[in-house]
């Protein structure tokens, strides 16, 4: 059991360097925060305070902010089969969109648009708020401050860990 947690969290780690410095292109300091089923939420730290510095933080974290290269679809509308489906007609357009599940109502769909690297936050925000619109989607998540469930970790509502689909 023990060995589980800590594959599980070396994991969590092993993908926030991936979000930091492949994906994120260290271009994009995201935020952290623990959340909890009983309401709480800490405070937030950014990656490269709580990463860097190693704090035991960053092993606690099971919610993050979004990337500024990121797009989230948040399709929380119908059955999961009819999410999925949905999810499977946005991989036709995006090939390297990611989709996962965390044993809660809704699908994530990611996506990351390295154009968007380049643009203002308004401009970002108003890419994101028109695919989000396409397939009315959670409009919350346009925004870079917007707090997502963390990839591979467990999710403050179910308990359920946020997989890839």
Do not use: C
Not at 13 to 24: A, C, M
Not at 89 to 100: D, E, G, L, R, T
């Amino acid at each position: 059991m023990k060995n589980n947690i800590v594959e599980q969290r070396l994991r969590v780690l092993n993908h926030l360097d991936t979000l930091y410095y492949d994906i994120g292109k260290q271009m994009t300091d995201f935020e952290l925060q623990i959340q909890n089923q009983d309401g709480y939420m800490s405070k937030r730290y950014s990656y490269s305070y709580v990463g860097f510095q190693k704090k035991r933080f960053i092993v606690e974290a099971n919610a993050r902010t979004i990337l500024k290269n990121e797009i989230i679809i948040d399709l929380d509308d119908g059955t999961k089969t009819q999410m999925i489906e949905i999810a499977k007609h946005i991989k036709q357009w995006y090939p390297n969109a990611k989709i996962f599940d965390s044993g809660s109502k809704g699908i994530h769909v990611h996506i990351i648009d390295n154009n968007m690297l380049s643009m203002t936050k308004r401009q970002r925000e108003d890419h994101r708020m028109n695919i989000i619109n396409v397939y009315n989607a959670d409009k919350q998540k346009a925004y870079e401050n917007t707090t997502i469930a963390l990839e591979y970790a467990k999710h403050w509502k179910t308990g359920y860990l946020k997989e890839e689909l």
